[in-house]
């Protein structure tokens, strides 16, 4: 398999070969779960095209606590299905599908009450363990431990003594989860799907009552294509019920939005070997280790706002800080938050208005003939939500179709990976860099990180990081444009990369020699650049502006004073 590049010129032709001919299934929304679904559609022969309206990602698939996980907390709701399903695809993701991408991550669980809180929080964590074990893929993690409270303070000093008495650890996994969808996207493309960012469905094409294709309008370029499909897949995440409207009918699912936001703080700010899980009145909350830095998060209200940018309010970061600060011996303030960031999950409406209570399960439905919707859910399990929404397709098909294969199929990247790993000193040693950045590279790219490393042997000077933000080289900028479909300045601060979390300045200081490494690639003139500079440096002017608003509403507000880089 030759891995597929998603620069300028396979996205116009994507566009252009989806027009030509009727494909048998187009899937609207490259998250997680339509680049899954595009990803299972192809791989079982099917003519399959994809189209996402803004960049891939860009919405609740990159905003998430970046963790694969089989839901622990959902073993208090006795939901043994789910998590049993999620443990078998982070083992899938672990040992077979992307191990360059997804890898382990401890978790330690503070136990407040003596006795009974050990033996019942003990029972669940070593059912996890069983659970993940018993379905065959569990063997790539360490099983849980108990600990003293002074064993605990060894390995987290940062928690106040009298926070816990002792402590569980347990581990699960985590992903950067816009990375992830890229090479989900790219892995499609290399099997033969056609794949197009920016490009907006504004229309479903009818035949009586059926469903026969979409009108796409190309935001880049201010074309429009009519692609014809014998099936469609509605796979748009918290914009579900926005589409569904587009075919003037009543849908059968109805998806709810809960915004979720997370903190990013320097790694020096909490002094701990391991990751937090800690409960609060409504949920959860995660301390999770992130390179050289944390993420805290996450919160869980309603959201009926603007789903494009959801905002953070002031009463959101106060809310985070005062929750960790209740087991930090040296509490975070608002001056140790380098990002901050908001998504938005898609919840299958329910009769409960708490959204902590509403379904994470998923439902595939068939609302007209030709068009399946596919909602809910949760990353992990994009897999098997993409399997569902292909064996609903299969059945508007009228020729038989090979079952799913996507347990089998390696993700672009993992294919090699842990040879490179083991020569990683040699490899180092051939392109003149440290070794810990030939990790770095491997840890993103895996075996595709050769590359990005002819990139830097064709031009040297792009194995240099860049002045504002170290921890990424220039190289990796323009690969971004070259290869992995990145459009805008804001593609590659935000999602290609994360710069725009893990710097202070929010990623303005890297904004100008960034958007000039793109410029060549993307054929920008000077004004173009100076435009996509601007265009960037006012989002950050808006979201830091919403991150002082006392409420949803007024955050929100401050939050769309910013224009998006191409209008929709």
Known sequence: MKTAALGPEQRATAL???AEHELDVLVVGGGVVGSGTALDAVTRGLSTGLVEARDWAS???????????????????LDFGLVREALKERGLLLERLAPHLVRPVPFLYPLQHRGWERFYAGSGVALYDAMATSSGHGRGLPHHRHLT???????????????????????DAQVDDARFVTTLVRTAASYGALVANRARVTEFLREGERVVGVKVKDLE???SYEIRAKQVVNATGVWTDDTQAMIAERGHLHVRASKGIHLVVPKDRIHSTTGLILRTEKSVLFVIPWGRHWIVGTTDTAWDLDKAHPAASSADIDYLLEHVNSVLAVPLTRDDVEGVYAGLRPLLAGESDATSKLSREHTVAHPVPGLVVVAGGKYTTYRVMAKDAVDATVHGLDRRVAPCCTEEVRLAGAEGYHALWNAR????ARFGLHQARVEHLLGRYGSLTEEVLELIAANPRLGEPLPAADDYLRAEVVYASSHEGARHLEDVLTRRTRISIETFDRGTRSARECAELMAPVLGWTADQVEREIEHYQKRVEAERES??????????????????TVPL
């Open 16 to 18: 252009a070969r989806m």
């Open 59 to 77: 919405g609740t698939s990159s905003r998430s606590s970046k963790l694969i996980h089989g839901g622990l907390r959902y073993l208090e709701m």
């Open 149 to 171: 409270r002074r064993h605990a303070l060894r390995v987290a000093p940062c928690l106040k003594k009298d926070a816990l008495v002792g402590a569980l650890q347990y581990y």
């Open 221 to 223: 370029e201010d074309g």
């Open 425 to 428: 000193a040699r490899l180092a």
């Open 547 to 564: 991150q002082l608003q006392p409420d949803d509403q007024t955050a929100d507000a401050a939050r769309l004073g910013a224009p998006d």
